[in-house]
């Protein structure tokens, strides 16, 4: 199947710093990426919608100047956390799908530990 | 909104045993489901899905119908091993493409004692 990557897989950043994931569909392009929250023992909350070229669509309460997204090519979307708070820490996992395709595929994830 | 409730873990049970996991939606019109499990460390995979009412999804022993009249899709297996230790998620899509978001239940953490 599809291979959608993350890049880093852990990353600890001093409170205060940004700090850069990437999202890479390896063998596909992706029009949409997904950009998903998940916290120790809870679900997946959907966090926005990346689109290539355009602006990214942020779900209600998802601050859009504190977690900034970049959609910038077929085949990679990056989300950036500015002035990263110890609250911020948390599993960010991106899942994107082919264009035209019934699949979606998942990243490993990036755990972030803000200090 | 579309929303997904699952059955609280966290569940354990013994190897062999039989497996169900409580699913139910809430949503307009005709959504897909989905279950994905996350195993220790590794990201979400993709264990089956079904696309219309009275769909049975099936994969490593793992069944699950798409009930429209109880609005349910109830993850079953008939016996569970050791290395089905993972947490589970249901999950639905109001459309069949892959650029359509998934609504998430809040996963059901199922261990399995030898």
């Known amino acids: 199947g599809a291979v959608v990557s993350q890049h880093p897989s852990r990353v600890i950043c001093k409170s205060g710093t940004s700090v850069k994931i990437e999202c890479r569909s390896l063998?596909?392009?992706?029009?949409?990426m997904f950009w998903y929250r998940q916290f120790p023992k809870q679900s997946l909350m959907l966090m926005a919608t990346?689109?290539?070229?355009?602006?990214?669509?942020?779900e209600q309460g998802v601050e859009k100047d504190k977690f900034l997204i970049n959609h910038a090519s077929l085949t990679l979307s990056t989300l950036t956390v500015t002035s990263a708070h110890p609250e911020d820490s948390s599993f960010y996992i991106c899942?994107?799908?082919?264009?035209?395709?019934?699949?979606?595929?998942f990243g490993p994830g990036t755990r972030l530990t803000v200090t | 909104g579309d929303s997904v409730t699952q059955m609280e873990g966290p569940v354990t049970l013994s190897e062999e045993a039989f497996l169900t996991i409580n699913c139910t939606y809430t949503?307009?019109?005709?959504?897909?489901l989905f279950w994905y499990v996350q195993y220790p460390g590794e990201g979400l995979q993709l264990l089956l899905k079904?696309?219309?009412?009275?769909d049975k999804g099936s994969n490593k022993g793992f069944e699950a119908t798409y009930r429209k009249e109880t609005t349910s899709f109830h993850l079953e297996k008939g016996s569970v091993q050791v290395s089905d230790s993972a947490v589970y998620f249901c999950?639905?899509?109001?459309?069949?493409?892959?650029?359509?978001?998934?609504?998430f239940g809040t996963g059901t953490r199922l261990t399995i004692i030898p």
């Open positions: 949503a307009t019109g005709y959504p897909s």
């Open positions: 063998d596909f392009q992706a029009t949409t």
């Open positions: 899942s994107a799908g082919p264009r035209g395709s019934y699949e979606q595929y």
């Open positions: 999950a639905l899509r109001k459309s069949n493409f892959g650029n359509e978001k998934l609504t």
């Open positions: 079904a696309t219309k009412a009275d």
């Open positions: 990346s689109n290539e070229g355009s602006k990214a669509t942020y």
